[in-house]
């Protein structure tokens, strides 16, 4: 079982990316963590969104409120509860989750292929606390959902470029 379903079983909203790439399992984790937070023109999403955007993607998730729920060999989890369709978001605990709240993982998990790469993948799962924290963060995703996804292609991306760079 991956520790992400120790944290979040079940999800409203979830999604999901994945790459292939020519690297140990540990030297791909750590590249995902040290990726720039903000390659390319997701520097201009994150500011628009009023997140810094120098650093990893590891100092930007810690740095917006987000902790690290799990840290093993082949999976990292970072989660967090808030309300991110306010501007500010009221990031607190992932285990604070107040009323009204949506409760936020995300993870990079690695996974060793029999050809000697890995496959490299992060997801991202929100669960509301209530209806109405359901209701207002799917308002909310429909308009951020497509640049959350995008994001995260862009993070493995620049895991790819940093990897095949090192070779």
Known sequence: ???IDR???EWDVNEAHEIVVDAAP???LAAALA???APDVVRVVLRLRGMRTAGSVESL???IGFEALAWE???VVFGASGKPW???GAISSFAAAPVGSVRMVANFLVEPLPDGRTRLSTETRVAAVDDVARRAFRRYW???GPFSAFIRRRWLAAVRRSLAAHT
């Open 61 to 63: 998730l810690l740095g």
């Open 73 to 75: 060999a082949d999976e």
């Open 7 to 9: 944290f979040l079983p």
């Open 35 to 37: 990726a720039p937070a």
């Open 142 to 144: 429909r308009l951020i």
């Open 1 to 3: 079982m991956a520790a």
């Open 86 to 88: 306010r501007p500010r």
């Open 26 to 28: 540990d030297e791909a």
